[in-house]
């Protein structure tokens, strides 16, 4: 029937994603993306906000773009005050 359909590809939509952010998780360690699988968990903000995001992000979701955007002012000041502002965790490629 079309609901076991649906069921069954909700379960191997599942088990995929899982096994996705496993290997995610072992190419990026420190983010956690075995435990939130992803989701914008408190524990996954906080590794955002502590390693920068990694090439996995989607820089185009709002949390993630606004946080850009502060780190980038964050580092203009420096850079405007002679701090360099090269460097540092997660400049926006692989971080981790």
Known sequence: SKCSNIAAASIVAKVLRDRLMRDIDARFPGYGFDRHKGYGTAEHMAKIEE?????????SFAPMRHQREAHEAARRALAAKGGGGAGGAGGGGEGG
Do not use: D, N, Q
């Not at 390693?51 to 820089?59: K, V």
């Open 51 to 59: 390693l920068g995001p990694c090439s996995e992000h989607r820089l």
